[in-house]
């Protein structure tokens, strides 16, 4: 008779953190003030205000939108605000710079939310395969929430990880 196959992995403490379960759902959108800037590097106020209020904004509507140029443009602090002023309405979230600064500000919220005691004394694994696009920063940001609380924090899965932490 053959012996029972027993999950350990399964019975013991071990918390398996994965962003996945915290990822909002919504659509991820970048968009460039560049396309609105005289050969893409001078802003001229009339002309600039003017395409902002023909552009269909419409496409960004309950999305998450990374406000970014692309071009070296010295811009007056007021462009981004203003692009961000159309947006705002429509748009789930508007920050300025890259889609991996867009994923810290949706995350950091989140990550701040979370309640350290629950991970008190155990050992986390922070997996590390995930469907979607999210930068290193927000996983920074998770291990810094996390190793005041947490016996031994790992990254990777329970079969294959890579020791973090230990208390």
């Known amino acids: 008779m053959a012996d029972k196959i027993v999950n350990r992995v399964a019975q013991s403490a071990l918390i398996t953190f994965d962003l996945e379960d915290y990822y909002p759902q919504g659509k991820r959108c970048s968009l460039d003030i560049s396309q609105w800037l005289e050969e893409g590097v001078l802003l001229r106020e009339k002309d600039f205000r003017n395409a902002l209020n023909a552009f269909d904004f ?21 462009a981004p605000l203003l692009v961000t002023a159309h947006l705002q309405p429509i748009a789930k979230k508007v920050v300025w710079g890259t889609l991996a600064a867009l994923e810290m500000a949706i995350f950091t919220p989140i990550i701040a939310q979370l309640k350290g005691e ?10 590390g395969c995930t469907h979607h696009f999210i930068p290193q920063s927000v996983y920074v940001a998770l291990l810094q929430k996390l190793q005041p609380y947490a016996k031994r924090l790992m990254y990777g899965e329970a079969c294959s990880s890579v020791p973090l932490v230990k208390k």
Do not use: H, M, Q, R
């Open 118 to 127: 629950d991970f008190a004394g155990k050992p986390v694994i922070i997996k």
């Open 58 to 78: 419409s496409p960004y509507k309950n999305c998450y939108v990374a406000l970014e140029c692309s071009t070296d443009a010295l811009l007056p602090a007021w």
